[in-house]
């Protein structure tokens, strides 16, 4: 079946550091994948998405490439920032459909 | 664009009451909308997928008659947990979509704490 794998949690990094949170994930077909953010207390948005292989999403400085050889989507930013603290959800949704399935969550803490 | 809102953002209830929760699509027209519920520090259990003016189609294991879910128009879905009790607190979070916002994207709403007591 369907599914997707994120590292475990918490990553607690300092201001400016480089962070990569790791997603792989399980298909038939080609999934689009999307990774979402949530803030404490919030509900979650959408922060970047790739629909095919190689596509390359990006959104306030993060990037996630879709690697259909490696079956990931790592999330990565070049320098976190405190406001950067939050759950990160890799997710994909199959073939055009609306059902998306969403990984663990990651925990993200940035120390200033 | 393409904002959810949610009502209430907070609720406490005493067990044995019904509580409704209202998700609206403030900018566009959601064909598609979705309950989930999550618990604390867990990820989003998808509960139901709503389409509007059809019936909801449940996942497994959750109970279609605790939890009613209807989707009168394109911009209101609710969530009713009836007889609440104790185990069904929790953070509820509805999300919408339409087809052409592109496979998959959903638009989430910022979520509703519930407390039975």
């Known amino acids: 079946g369907n599914s997707v794998t994120q590292m475990e949690g918490p990553v607690t990094l300092s201001e400016e550091a480089f962070l990569t949170i790791n997603c792989t994930y399980t298909a038939t077909g080609y999934p689009s994948l999307f990774w979402y953010v949530q803030y404490p207390g919030e509900g979650l948005q959408l922060l970047l998405k790739?629909?095919?292989?190689?596509d390359k999403g990006s959104n306030k400085g993060f990037e996630a490439t879709y690697r259909k050889e490696t079956t990931s989507f790592h999330l990565e930013k070049g320098s976190v920032q405190v406001s950067d603290s939050a759950v990160y959800f890799c997710?994909?949704?199959?073939?055009?459909?609306?059902?998306?399935?969403f990984g663990a969550g990651t925990r993200l803490f940035v120390k200033a | 664009g393409a904002v959810v809102s949610q009502h209430p953002s907070r609720v406490i209830c005493k067990s044995g009451t019904s509580v409704k929760i209202e998700c609206r699509s403030l900018?566009?027209?959601?064909?598609?909308m979705f309950w989930y519920r999550q618990f604390p520090k867990q990820s989003l259990m998808l509960m139901a997928t709503?389409?509007?003016?059809?019936?909801?189609?449940?996942e497994q294991g959750v109970e279609k008659d605790k939890f009613l879910i209807n989707h009168a128009s394109l911009t209101l879905s609710t969530l009713t947990v009836t007889s609440a009790h104790p185990e069904d607190s929790s953070f509820y979070i509805c999300?919408?979509?339409?087809?052409?916002?592109?496979?998959?994207?959903?638009?989430f709403g910022p979520g509703t704490r519930l407390l039975v007591l």
């Open positions: 790739a629909t095919k292989a190689d």
């Open positions: 709503s389409n509007e003016g059809s019936k909801a189609t449940y």
């Open positions: 900018d566009f027209q959601a064909t598609t």
């Open positions: 997710a994909l949704a199959r073939d055009g459909g609306f059902k998306t399935i």
């Open positions: 999300s919408a979509t339409t087809p052409y916002q592109g496979a998959g994207t959903q638009y």
